[in-house]
């Protein structure tokens, strides 16, 4: 069983476009997160909810709007999308912070 | 604000030792953990430092001084699919993590 899963893997799709990408975990933590992975590897901390609610916001353009039903999925939706978002967005989840297990990844490119 | 700095870059023989060290400046420390990620793949957990002291798990050790804001992680015998980059990160407020902007281990035959 995977612990945390993203869909899809891949995503490329044109600018202005609306997406969304899904992340499940099957681990029973409280706190999911979402990062974006640049072409230079930094891992930059977007969103992270606890328990459905959320807590961190950094300053994300508003066109990213997570939405986490319930606390095993924590969903990523992008609207009019822009080349500079093309990057890879994984989502994580954690038992209180000192460990995080991250999804696979998507590899998202905007053309 | 919160910051990490560790070194972009390291290189080192196959079957030596290599230290990574990484510094870092926030407000609300919990801790400091170290991650892997190979190209193409998902950062992978390493370790975690509440405390100050050595954390020993089989080839790999990480240390914390928080009175220093400073930790490494210790490779040892090192093998080839140990090239990858390395991460370490802070556990702040509300269980924010904080990754620095990794270093890439190159591992020569």
């Known amino acids: 069983d995977t612990a945390v899963s993203q869909t899809p893997k891949y995503l490329v799709t044109q600018m202005g476009n609306d997406k969304s990408i899904k992340c499940e975990q099957n681990?029973?933590?409280?706190?999911m997160y979402w990062y974006k992975q640049d072409s230079k590897k930094f891992l930059k901390i977007m969103f992270s909810?606890?328990?459905?609610?959320?807590?961190i916001n950094e300053t994300v353009p508003n066109r990213f709007s997570p939405k986490s039903p319930d606390k095993a999925h924590l969903n990523l939706h992008i609207n009019s999308l822009e080349l500079g978002d093309s990057a890879v967005y994984f989502c994580a989840s954690s038992p209180r912070g000192r460990e995080a297990f991250f999804g696979q990844g998507t590899r998202l490119t905007v053309v | 604000g919160q910051s990490l700095e560790q070194p972009s870059e390291v290189t080192a023989v196959e079957g030596a030792i290599v230290q990574i060290n990484c510094t870092y400046q926030t407000s609300g420390f919990y801790g400091l953990s170290w991650y892997q990620q190979h190209d193409g793949g998902a950062p992978t957990f390493l370790s975690y430092?509440?405390?100050?002291g050595l954390e020993e798990t089989g080839r790999f050790s990480s240390f914390l001084s928080r009175s220093d804001s400073y930790g490494y992680l210790l490779l040892q015998e090192l093998q080839m699919k140990d090239s990858a980059s390395y991460f370490c990160a802070v556990l702040g407020r509300d269980d924010k993590i904080i990754f620095g902007k990794g270093t890439r281990l190159h591992i020569l035959p």
């Open positions: 681990l029973g933590h409280d706190t």
């Open positions: 909810y606890n328990n459905k609610e959320l807590i």
């Open positions: 430092n509440a405390l100050d």
